[in-house]
C-alpha cells in the first residue's frame, strides 16, 4: 500500500446529523456534481434516522458512524457507503450500483429489489433479505431470516452462515450460495449442482467482498423453474 | 422497558416518557403507558377513568385517591375492592375502572404521545417497569377506550402493532369464559386471551398458546405483576428492536426510540426472532412490596 492512501482523504467532509438535518444531507449529497473533489463523506451520529444517505448518484465514498433506520442508502447508484452500526429495514434497497457495507446487523428485507452493486452484511440480516432482488449481490456473512430471496429475479445471495424457513420461495434465476444449514426451502426453490463455473462466479464475490473462506464448502440454491408457466393440470386450482 | 438495575427505578417514567415521545411520527393519534410502582400489603390500586371529581369520590368511598387529570389511582384494601367497585358501579355510572393489580396503574388518552404523557405526569414517575405505546389507528375508532395499553386482568397489560383476523370469533369464546370486554378493538381480545390462559400458565406458556390460536400480524408486549415478555407472529411483518445492558431490557419498534437510553453503546441490540416467546421477570424476592 503507498504511503498516500495512508492519509487522511482529501476534501474530506463531516457532516453531523446532531446539529445539521436529516434533509440538508440528502440535498447536499443529491447536489454533487460526477466529478466533485468531495470524495470522502463522514456521518455522525445518524441515531437511527431514516433515510440517511439515500439516492446519492455519484462515486463518492461516505462512512456513517453509528445505527441507522429505515432504507438506509436507498437508491444508491454508484457511491460506495459503510455504516458502522446496525441498519433498519431496507438497507441499500433498490440499489442501482455502488456498494454498501453494514458492519453490524441488517433488519429485514435488505437490499430488496436492488438491480445492482453489492451490499455486504458483516452480522446477520432479518427477513426477506434480497426480496426481489434484481441483479444486486449480497453477502451476508452471518445468517438470514426467513423467506430472503423471496421471488429473487437475479443476482447472487450469499450466506455465509445459515438461511431461516422458506429459502428462495418462488425464486426466478438469481443464484443462492448457503455455507451454513438451511431450515427449509420455499416453494420452486431447489439446490442445484456446483459446477466450476459456479464456483470461479462465488470466489470471485467473496474475493471483491475481501472475506477469505472456501468456495467448495457452499450448496447452490436455484429455481426449478416450475411456476415459470401456467400448467394446464392447475387449471381447476383457480 | 424492565429495570433489572433498582438504582433505575426513580428515572423509569422520564426514560419511558422520552421513548414515547420520539415515536410520535409512528402513533401520532393517541397513547398510553402501564407502570408498576409501589404496591401496599394488603391493598389493591384500581386506575378509574371519567369525569369526576375524583377527591370527592375518595372521601365518598373512604379511599386514597391520587389524581392525574382525568384518571386517577384510588388503593383500597383487597376485603374491600368487590365493595368498592359495587359502590362505583352505583354512585358513579361515568367511571371507568381501567386497570387494576397490586401495582400496576394505566393511563391513556388521545393526542400527541408527549401531550398524554404530560397530562398523566409519566416523567416523574417510578417503578420497576413501564409498557408504553403510540397508537396510530387502523382497525377501529381513534378514542381513549381504543388506546393501548389494554388490561384485561390484575397487573395484566398487553400493547399491539399489527392487527388481528379472528378477533371476533376469539372475543365470543372468551365472553363464555367470563373475560369481558370494553370495545370492539382486536387488541383488547388478545389480551383477554392471554388473561385467560394466564388463570393456569406462566406467561411463557400463555404467550405460546397465542401463537396457535390468534390469526394475525402482531408484535405482542405483554407486561406483568413480575415482568414482561415478547412475542411476534411467524411472519413477522411488524418491526421490533430490544437492548439489553446490566441495568434494563428495552424494546421499541425501532431504534430510534431507544438511542438516547443510558448506556445503549455497550447494550446488546438484536431483534426478537419470529414465533419465539421472550420473558423476564424479577426474582420473586426482589419484587417491590
Same mark, same amino acid.
Given at each position: 500500500?503507498?504511503?498516500?492512501?495512508?492519509?487522511?482523504?482529501?476534501?474530506g467532509? %463531516?457532516f453531523?446529523?446532531a %446539529?445539521?438535518s436529516?434533509?440538508?444531507?440528502?440535498?447536499?449529497?443529491a447536489?454533487?456534481?460526477p466529478e466533485? @473533489?468531495?470524495?470522502a463523506?463522514?456521518?455522525?451520529?445518524p441515531?437511527?434516522?431514516h433515510?440517511v444517505?439515500?439516492?446519492?448518484t455519484?462515486p463518492?465514498? /461516505?462512512?456513517?458512524?453509528?445505527?441507522?433506520?429505515y432504507?438506509?442508502?436507498?437508491?444508491?447508484?454508484g457511491?460506495a457507503?459503510? /455504516?458502522?452500526? @446496525?441498519?433498519?429495514?431496507g438497507?441499500a434497497?433498490?440499489m442501482?450500483?455502488?456498494?454498501?457495507?453494514?458492519?453490524?446487523?441488517?433488519?429485514?428485507?435488505a437490499g430488496?429489489t436492488a438491480h445492482?452493486?453489492?451490499l455486504i452484511?458483516d452480522?446477520?440480516?432479518?427477513a426477506r433479505c434480497?426480496?426481489s432482488?434484481k441483479?444486486i449481490?449480497?453477502?451476508?456473512?452471518?445468517?438470514?431470516?426467513?423467506?430472503?430471496?423471496?421471488?429473487?429475479q437475479?443476482? @447472487?445471495l450469499v450466506?455465509l452462515?445459515?438461511?431461516?424457513?422458506?429459502?428462495?420461495?418462488?425464486?426466478?434465476?438469481?443464484?443462492?450460495?448457503?455455507?451454513?444449514?438451511v431450515?427449509?426451502l420455499?416453494?420452486?426453490?431447489?439446490?442445484?449442482?456446483?459446477n466450476?463455473?459456479?464456483?470461479?462466479i462465488?470466489a470471485?464475490?467473496?474475493d471483491?467482498?475481501g /472475506?477469505?473462506?472456501?468456495?467448495?464448502?457452499?450448496?447452490?440454491?436455484?429455481s426449478?423453474r %416450475?411456476?415459470?408457466?401456467?400448467h394446464?393440470? @392447475?387449471a381447476?386450482?383457480? | 422497558? +424492565?429495570?433489572?438495575n433498582r438504582?433505575?427505578?426513580?428515572e423509569?417514567?422520564?426514560?419511558?416518557a422520552?421513548m414515547?415521545?420520539?415515536? !410520535?411520527?409512528?402513533?401520532p393519534?393517541s397513547?398510553?403507558f402501564?407502570?408498576?410502582?409501589?404496591?401496599?400489603?394488603?391493598?389493591v390500586?384500581?386506575t378509574?377513568r371519567?369525569?369526576?371529581?375524583?377527591?370527592?369520590?375518595?372521601? $365518598?368511598?373512604?379511599v386514597?385517591a !391520587?389524581?392525574h387529570d382525568?384518571?386517577a $389511582?384510588?388503593?383500597?384494601?383487597?376485603?374491600?375492592?368487590a365493595?368498592?367497585?359495587?359502590?362505583?358501579a352505583?354512585?358513579?355510572?361515568?367511571?371507568?375502572?381501567?386497570?387494576s393489580?397490586?401495582?400496576?396503574?394505566l393511563?391513556?388518552g388521545?393526542?400527541?404521545?408527549?401531550?398524554v404523557s404530560?397530562?398523566f405526569?409519566l416523567?416523574g414517575?417510578?417503578?420497576?417497569?413501564?409498557?408504553? =405505546?403510540?397508537?396510530?389507528?387502523?382497525?377501529?375508532?381513534?378514542?381513549t377506550?381504543?388506546? =393501548?395499553?389494554?388490561?384485561t386482568?390484575?397487573d395484566?397489560c398487553?400493547?399491539?402493532?399489527?392487527?388481528?383476523s379472528n378477533?371476533?370469533?376469539?372475543?365470543r369464546r372468551l365472553?363464555?369464559?367470563?373475560?369481558? &370486554?370494553?370495545?370492539?378493538?382486536? !387488541?383488547?381480545?388478545?389480551a383477554? +386471551?392471554?388473561s385467560?390462559?394466564?388463570?393456569?400458565? #406462566?406467561?411463557?406458556?400463555?404467550?405460546?398458546?397465542a401463537?396457535?390460536?390468534?390469526?394475525? &400480524?402482531?408484535?405482542?408486549?405483554?407486561?406483568?405483576?413480575?415482568? +414482561?415478555?415478547?412475542?411476534?407472529? *411467524? $411472519?413477522?411483518c411488524k418491526?421490533?428492536?430490544?437492548?439489553e !445492558?446490566?441495568d434494563?431490557?428495552?424494546?421499541?419498534?425501532?431504534? #430510534?426510540?431507544l438511542v438516547?437510553? *443510558?448506556?445503549?453503546?455497550k447494550?446488546?441490540? +438484536?431483534?426478537?426472532?419470529?414465533?419465539?416467546?421472550y420473558?423476564w421477570?424479577?426474582?420473586?424476592?426482589?419484587?417491590?412490596?
Amino acid at each position: 500500500m503507498s504511503v498516500a492512501l495512508k492519509l487522511p482523504p482529501r476534501d474530506g467532509v %463531516t457532516f453531523d446529523l446532531a %446539529t445539521d438535518s436529516l434533509r440538508s444531507l440528502n440535498s447536499t449529497l443529491a447536489a454533487l456534481a460526477p466529478e466533485t @473533489n468531495q470524495t470522502a463523506w463522514q456521518i455522525l451520529n445518524p441515531r437511527g434516522q431514516h433515510a440517511v444517505a439515500v439516492g446519492v448518484t455519484v462515486p463518492v465514498a /461516505i462512512t456513517i458512524a453509528g445505527h441507522v433506520g429505515y432504507y438506509c442508502a436507498g437508491m444508491n447508484d454508484g457511491a460506495a457507503i459503510t /455504516i458502522a452500526g @446496525n441498519a433498519g429495514p431496507g438497507v441499500a434497497e433498490n440499489m442501482m450500483s455502488g456498494t454498501v457495507h453494514v458492519k453490524g446487523d441488517a433488519s429485514q428485507a435488505a437490499g430488496a429489489t436492488a438491480h445492482g452493486g453489492m451490499l455486504i452484511i458483516d452480522g446477520n440480516a432479518s427477513a426477506r433479505c434480497g426480496i426481489s432482488m434484481k441483479g444486486i449481490d449480497i453477502i451476508v456473512q452471518g445468517s438470514v431470516g426467513h423467506m430472503s430471496a423471496f421471488m429473487a429475479q437475479s443476482g @447472487n445471495l450469499v450466506i455465509l452462515g445459515d438461511a431461516g424457513e422458506a429459502l428462495g420461495d418462488s425464486l426466478y434465476e438469481a443464484r443462492i450460495f448457503v455455507r451454513g444449514k438451511v431450515a427449509s426451502l420455499g416453494a420452486d426453490c431447489e439446490e442445484k449442482p456446483m459446477n466450476e463455473a459456479d464456483r470461479t462466479i462465488l470466489a470471485a464475490l467473496l474475493d471483491k467482498a475481501g /472475506i477469505v473462506a472456501d468456495a467448495g464448502a457452499f450448496k447452490l440454491f436455484g429455481s426449478a423453474r %416450475t411456476l415459470y408457466h401456467f400448467h394446464v393440470d @392447475n387449471a381447476g386450482a383457480y | 422497558m +424492565f429495570l433489572k438495575n433498582r438504582a433505575l427505578e426513580p428515572e423509569l417514567g422520564a426514560l419511558t416518557a422520552a421513548m414515547l415521545g420520539v415515536l !410520535t411520527d409512528r402513533g401520532p393519534d393517541s397513547a398510553g403507558f402501564a407502570i408498576y410502582g409501589a404496591g401496599e400489603p394488603g391493598a389493591v390500586k384500581l386506575t378509574l377513568r371519567g369525569d369526576v371529581d375524583f377527591a370527592e369520590l375518595g372521601a $365518598v368511598l373512604e379511599v386514597a385517591a !391520587t389524581v392525574h387529570d382525568d384518571h386517577a $389511582v384510588i388503593v383500597v384494601p383487597r376485603a374491600r375492592e368487590a365493595a368498592v367497585r359495587g359502590l362505583i358501579a352505583a354512585k358513579y355510572p361515568g367511571v371507568a375502572i381501567v386497570a387494576s393489580g397490586a401495582r400496576m396503574e394505566l393511563f391513556k388518552g388521545v393526542g400527541l404521545p408527549d401531550d398524554v404523557s404530560r397530562r398523566f405526569g409519566l416523567a416523574g414517575m417510578s417503578g420497576s417497569h413501564a409498557i408504553g =405505546h403510540t397508537r396510530m389507528a387502523t382497525e377501529s375508532a381513534v378514542t381513549t377506550a381504543g388506546a =393501548h395499553p389494554f388490561s384485561t386482568g390484575p397487573d395484566q397489560c398487553l400493547v399491539h402493532n399489527g392487527s388481528l383476523s379472528n378477533h371476533n370469533d376469539v372475543r365470543r369464546r372468551l365472553m363464555r369464559e367470563n373475560i369481558s &370486554f370494553e370495545t370492539q378493538n382486536d !387488541t383488547e381480545v388478545a389480551a383477554g +386471551f392471554l388473561s385467560w390462559k394466564l388463570r393456569s400458565e #406462566r406467561l411463557d406458556e400463555a404467550l405460546t398458546s397465542a401463537l396457535g390460536e390468534l390469526d394475525g &400480524f402482531y408484535t405482542f408486549v405483554v407486561g406483568t405483576e413480575s415482568g +414482561f415478555g415478547v412475542l411476534r407472529d *411467524p $411472519v413477522a411483518c411488524k418491526p421490533a428492536v430490544m437492548a439489553e !445492558t446490566d441495568d434494563y431490557v428495552a424494546f421499541g419498534s425501532e431504534y #430510534r426510540a431507544l438511542v438516547d437510553l *443510558p448506556g445503549i453503546s455497550k447494550a446488546h441490540l +438484536f431483534e426478537p426472532e419470529p414465533a419465539k416467546v421472550y420473558f423476564w421477570e424479577r426474582p420473586a424476592r426482589e419484587r417491590a412490596a
